[in-house]
T-cell receptor
């Protein structure tokens, strides 16, 4: 158990809809990152939030957006869903400590777009 | 742009064998390298974290080494067990700026240990 929890665990949406995924970070962690993992692939970095501000973004379009709240929990929002958005979405939390941070992942949210 | 490659893509071994999983990365400017385990449809479990200044880390039957200058890491699993069957992923954390905290992953090695 990492202490990182994601909800929901599974979700089915229709193309064109919008979805919000949630993540509660491990106690004491101030940084949350989101990753997309397509079937058979390694996770791809979407973006990271540190102290409620976006702090780095991967190669994802603006319809992928996020928030981090004062308690360091986070949301990932995806608008205008496409079939290719079907994937496992992973949240990772970490505590910035000098130059090295160990990332702890939640169990993921499986999103299916039909 | 950092690229991470894992070899082999899949590995099937009998129980009790010692085995080595390989990971290579193209940009040696990293803060650390992490090895993860992923069971089917599940999240990632951190196995070992090696900081850029370290050469290896050990946890139980697992030993990971890092050669930053050549861009390589290996994960050694001793006396493999069927419960070790999973996908193993390595990830590097880039150094500095907006790379801080960002992990770049390989595609993973699917390990099957049969009784």
């Amino acid at each position: 158990e990492t202490g990182v929890t994601q909800s929901p665990t599974h979700l089915i949406k229709t193309r064109g809809q919008q979805v919000t995924l949630r993540c509660s970070s491990q106690s004491g962690h101030n940084t949350v990152s989101w990753y997309q993992q397509a079937l058979g692939q390694g996770p791809q970095f979407i973006f990271q939030y540190y102290r409620e501000e976006e702090n780095g973004r991967g190669n994802f379009p603006p319809r992928f957006s996020g928030l981090q709240f004062p308690n360091y929990s986070s949301e990932l929002n995806v608008n205008a869903l496409e079939l290719d958005d079907s994937a496992l979405y992973l949240c990772a939390s970490s505590q910035r400590r000098g130059m090295n941070t160990e990332a702890f992942f939640g169990q993921g949210t499986r999103l299916t777009v039909v | 742009k950092q690229e991470v490659t894992q070899i082999p893509a899949a590995l099937s071994v009998p129980e009790g064998e010692n085995l080595v999983l390989n990971c290579s990365f193209t940009d040696s400017a990293i803060y650390n390298l992490q090895w993860f385990r992923q069971d089917p449809g599940k999240g990632l479990t951190s196995l070992l974290l090696i900081q850029s200044s370290q050469r290896e880390q050990t946890s139980g039957r697992l030993n990971a080494s890092l050669d930053k200058s050549s861009g390589r890491s290996t994960l050694y699993i001793a006396a493999s067990q069927p419960g070790d069957s999973a996908t193993y992923l390595c990830a590097v954390q880039g150094a500095g700026g907006t790379s801080y905290g960002k992990l770049t992953f390989g595609q993973g090695t699917i390990l099957t240990v049969h009784p």
